[in-house]
């Protein structure tokens, strides 16, 4: 019986991958950064943005540290395409398989993290305006 051969990514398919990637942390990105809402109370009126809520801060560095991560990794990738060879040889498998754990992480603690503060403030501000429902809404698709 012969032993199971591996199967090799294709670096074509891994750059389609990364340039999907970089294409939904982009449009995260500008969700997340065109978001603002309008609460009138009596004769005062309250403008809230994304950097209002820190939660929504840390989502945006999340993002900003993905889509850094995710040119790099397509330059590297372009770079197989063009030479045939890989960057770095051997020692990059060891980076990009710890590097891809860590982005990983990051994203998933800034995803997390707008999630909770979206459904804790959504809550407290239930019953108040229907624009500050939407920028909750628009705030938890931005994760």
């Known amino acids: 019986m012969a032993p199971p051969h591996s199967t090799v990514v294709s670096p074509v398919v891994t750059l389609l991958l990364k340039v999907l990637t970089f294409v939904f942390l982009l449009i995260s990105l ?4 065109t978001n603002t809402a309008t609460l009138s109370i009596c004769l005062s009126t309250f403008k809230i ?4 809520v ?5 989502m945006l560095a999340t993002i900003v540290m993905g889509i850094a991560y995710t040119l790099l990794q397509t330059v590297f990738t372009i770079y197989q395409l063009s030479t045939g060879n890989r ?10 398989f710890y590097a ?8 998933a603690t800034g995803a997390a993290a707008g999630f ?3 459904v804790d403030l959504k809550s407290v501000f ?13 705030g938890k ?3």
């Open 30 to 33: 500008i969700i997340l950064t």
């Open 87 to 96: 960057l770095g040889g051997d020692c990059l498998f060891q980076f990009d």
């Open 126 to 138: 239930e019953g108040t305006s229907s624009s500050f429902d939407q920028f909750f809404n628009k």
């Open 116 to 118: 909770g503060a979206t």
């Open 49 to 52: 943005r994304f950097n209002d």
């Open 141 to 143: 698709a931005g994760r």
């Open 54 to 58: 820190y939660t929504y801060r840390y």
């Open 100 to 107: 891809d754990k860590v982005i990983s992480y990051i994203l």
